[in-house]
């Protein structure tokens, strides 16, 4: 495979995009998320899988699905997008964001490690995914369960095979990409559902670690690009369920995007680092379904409950 080297089982790893040298030494610099990780020789990014590899930048993931399956389409969750369809869902490891409360991370914090099994000792090819997409009957391919954009370059290469398959695609991600990737890798996706984790810079920096402007930012774009957008807000008791904090994200949605943009509130679970908080309480959604209805949003979805 042209731009790539070979890992301990002779799996080939491909030469990532988005890049560049940062002049010192052979450490490189990510560009493709807000981040914009300088890795060492041998290191890798936050997200733990694009390394450095003799002062070129290398995606570890890519051909690597640790997660490949069969989903209805409003699993993602997508209430508005080809409804009652199947979409063939695969994630990989890896995660640009540390969220505390992570729902999957088991994905979002995997490493790929050699002789664990782990999907590292099978590569699947883009055309690969597309042909079981087909034969399962799907007519989407879906980016989901950890973070698509840190393996961006399998998803760019998948969903240009998808479309010219007509297939559809979808992408369930935390937005958090910088603006040049942004603007060549979401003409590809067909339908998003971005989660929009709470209306609040202190809870980002503190629950995620990320900013909350690149996340808006990147919803924005792609809103003016005409994809089918959904946002999804993971209701954390006492984090970002207070009505300040849902006022402020009702209101930015209604001055950035359509009123009629389908709305997700879903239930957290204790999970992860994250055990404070109990159980969200149906009726903390039921309240903030209420809240957005008499704002006049027309297209509301509880889930988790």
């Not at 240009?160 to 297939?167: G, V």
């Not at 402020?248 to 709305?263: D, I, K, Q």
Request: proline share 7%; net charge negative; hydrophobic share 35%.
């Amino acid at each position: 495979m042209a731009g790539s080297t070979m890992d301990a089982n002779n799996i080939p790893f491909h030469q990532g995009r988005f890049w560049r040298s940062d002049g010192a030494g052979d450490y490189v610099v990510c560009d493709l998320c807000p981040r914009n990780c300088r890795i060492p020789p041998g290191g890798t990014g936050w997200c733990g899988v694009r390394q450095n590899i003799d002062g070129q930048l290398f995606s570890l993931a890519y051909g690597r699905p640790v997660a490949l399956q069969i989903d209805p389409i409003e699993k993602k969750p997508l209430a508005e997008f080809l409804p009652g369809t199947k979409t063939f869902s695969i994630g990989t490891y890896g995660c640009n964001l540390d969220c505390s409360f992570c729902q999957n991370h088991h994905l979002s914090r995997g490493r790929y490690t050699e002789n664990e099994g782990n999907g590292s000792a099978d590569f699947v090819e883009p055309e690969e995914i597309v042909g079981m997409a087909l034969e399962s009957g799907c007519e989407s391919v879906a980016f989901t369960y950890n973070e698509p954009i840190v393996w961006a370059e399998y998803l760019a290469d998948i969903a240009e095979l998808a479309h010219a398959a007509n297939l559809a695609t979808v992408m369930v991600s935390n937005a958090y990409i910088a603006r040049k990737p942004a603007e060549k890798l979401l003409p590809l996706i067909d339908a998003a559902n971005f989660d929009m984790k709470g209306c609040s810079e202190d809870f980002y920096k503190n629950m995620t670690g990320g900013r909350l402007s690149d996340v808006l930012e990147t919803i924005k774009l792609y809103s003016s690009m005409g994809g089918h957008l959904e946002l999804t807000n993971l209701v954390i008791p006492g984090e970002n369920d207070s009505p300040e904090i849902i006022k402020a994200y009702l209101e930015w949605v209604a001055s950035n995007l359509p009123m009629s943009t389908p709305l997700h509130f879903s239930a957290y679970f204790p999970r992860h680092r994250f055990h404070t908080a109990p159980r969200t309480p149906p009726s903390t959604l039921m309240r903030i379904r209420e809240t957005a209805i008499a704002a006049g949003f027309t297209s509301l979805h509880l889930g988790n409950i």
